[in-house]
């Protein structure tokens, strides 16, 4: 790079102001790239050398060559300093640093932080403050992965490259231990600001392009019946156990979400013309309504808690804390699957859907804003298969008789 470094000093003819004045503008060129600046100082065309000096001898003159000269180990000083630090120099940035411009606008991390203002002013009006928590969560990664790949805590926008994405990739993947759909959703973050950089014109290029950020399909466990049984039949010894696996039982014949059935309260449980409990509720996460009939197991759980605090319904543990139980409640019960509060939403889906509820009204109850999220839990229900079939085994069984063949 150092090679292709020049400084070049060079006025515009034809550029005159009203004295007949030109400016002299200052030219930086490295590796093919150019960047220019006025040195602030004026000539007339006449007396401007090839050579990139002012000719004559008067103070005035020297003043101006002087004033070149300054200029001239100045950004030969600031060349020298990048290189150093950041082992590169372009154009604009030694013009940049040069001139003191102000470019903490067109950084990585800054642009993560007019994204996360945006985000903290929409908190309590149209997202949650746990969707903030997710910015500053990625904010905090992508500013990890520089300070571990690149020793510096931040970078400007236009250094983030396709070889930036992949590594951050690798990063996530290796050093942060990210699955597939984690680290997806991390580099859609970051794709977001890159977005805003180019709509702002920080950027010309677009690092993704080429990149696919597509998820993988995850498998969504959830309790069979016999296994719902087994878990309701379980006498545990330990208060805490017994709470969490009603909670968890709760969310199995409801659907609602971990936070959902933290935040339920009397306000959401109403009883229509025919007497019959709903639960009724706009759900945190999607601010979807949902309505969800009242069966008899939730309403003698709910009966069984009656009296908490703070008029919760629930005797609600963190959902770290739930998770964390509900691991040794699987194996008290001999259920070997990872049971989480989301796997008591999922039972919720495919139970239903096996007892012949349609996937139109599960779709209502649990909450979906949209009917092809439902349908996931249909793909993975061979036991709802197995029953439709027996419906019709026999007639399928019939025409054995027109199957003859020779023994």
Not at 162 to 178: A, G, I, N
Not at 212 to 230: A, C, M, Q, S
Request: hydrophobic share 35%.
């Amino acid at each position: 790079m150092r090679s292709t470094y020049r400084i070049l000093f060079l006025i515009r003819k034809k550029k005159l102001n009203k004295d007949g004045l030109t400016n002299i503008m200052v030219r930086i060129s490295i590796g093919g790239e150019k960047a220019e600046f006025s040195s602030l100082a004026f000539v007339k065309p006449e007396m401007w050398s090839p050579l990139g000096k002012v000719l004559g001898k008067t103070k005035e003159v020297q003043k101006i060559n002087d004033s070149l000269d300054k200029i001239k180990i100045a950004l030969d000083n600031h060349h020298k300093a990048i290189l150093e630090k950041d082992g590169y120099v372009t154009a604009e940035k030694l013009r940049d640093t040069y001139l003191g411009k102000e470019i903490r606008m067109n950084t990585v991390l800054s642009l993560y932080d007019i994204k996360v203002e945006q985000k903290r002013n929409l908190v309590g009006k149209t997202i949650r403050d746990t969707t903030l928590s997710k910015y500053l969560a990625t904010r905090k990664r992508v500013g990890d992965f520089m300070v571990y790949k690149y020793k510096k805590e931040d970078m400007p926008i236009r250094d983030v490259d396709f070889q930036f994405v992949t590594d951050y990739e690798v990063y996530l993947k290796s050093v942060c231990k990210c699955g597939h759909n984690s680290t997806v959703k991390h580099l859609r973050y970051l794709k977001q600001i890159i977005s805003n950089a180019l709509k702002n014109r920080y950027i010309t290029i677009d690092p993704f392009d080429d990149y696919t950020l597509g998820y993988k399909p995850v498998k969504k466990e959830f309790l069979i019946e016999p296994e719902i049984k087994r878990l309701m039949n379980k006498k545990f010894e330990s208060k805490r156990l017994e709470e969490v696996r009603d909670v968890f039982l709760f969310q199995i014949f409801t659907g609602l979400a971990y936070i959902d059935a933290a935040n339920l309260t009397n306000e959401n449980i109403i009883e229509d013309g025919f007497g019959q409990k709903w639960i009724q509720l706009t759900r945190q996460k999607s601010s979807v309504q949902a309505n969800i009939p009242l069966l008899d197991v939730p309403l003698s759980i709910l009966k069984k808690y009656e009296g908490l605090e703070n008029s919760k319904l629930l005797p609600i543990h963190t959902n770290q804390k739930m998770n964390e139980y509900l691991k040794e409640i699987a194996s008290l019960c001999g259920i070997n699957k990872r049971l989480t509060t989301h796997c008591g939403r999922h039972s919720f889906g495919t139970i239903m859907l096996t007892k012949g509820v349609s996937i139109e009204s599960v779709s209502k109850m649990l909450g979906h804003t949209n009917i092809t999220t439902t349908q996931i839990y249909a793909k993975v229900l061979n036991q709802k298969i197995f029953t439709e079939v027996n419906k019709v085994r026999g007639e399928f069984d019939d025409m054995m008789k027109y199957y003859k063949q020779r023994k």
